[in-house]
């Protein structure tokens, strides 16, 4: 599975941004889809995940109620709707998939991760 992730850009406090993550190859493989970002200096943490199947989302709390994501299958596609971004969003966002269905108590831990986007910079102004 190879992921192509794009959106990514500069932006002022308060404003909106969609990224993006097409996969290709054998994505009939693909169970959980996820986003997670690495700021400066700082360990990379997850940020949302959706199931392929059913829809099913999770979400990093500091996060919750101003991302979205969301897929579609036809496309391959996972996006990544933020809204309300504030400077501490600033980062290298990577959007990955598992094959496994990890189980939702792990879907935050990026070791059961399978393959891994080149990451999309996200610069959120203050």
């Known amino acids: 599975v190879q992921l192509q992730a794009s959106g990514g850009g500069l932006v002022q406090t308060g404003g909106s941004l969609r990224l993006s993550c097409a996969a290709s190859?054998?994505?009939?493989?693909?169970?959980?889809m996820g986003w997670f970002r690495q700021a400066p200096e700082k360990e990379r943490e997850f940020v949302a995940a959706i199931r392929r199947v059913g829809g099913g989302t999770y979400y990093k709390d500091s996060v919750r109620g101003r991302f979205t994501i969301s897929r579609d299958n036809a496309k391959n596609t996972v996006y990544l709707q933020m809204n309300g971004l504030k400077p501490e969003d600033t980062a290298v966002y990577y959007c990955?998939?598992?094959?496994?269905?990890?189980?939702?108590?792990?879907?935050?831990?990026?070791?059961?991760?399978?393959?891994w986007g080149q990451g999309t910079l996200v610069t959120v102004s203050s």
């Open positions: 190859g054998r994505t009939s493989s693909i169970s959980t």
């Open positions: 990955a998939v598992d094959e496994s269905r990890v189980i939702a108590g792990a879907v935050h831990n990026s070791i059961y991760y399978d393959y």
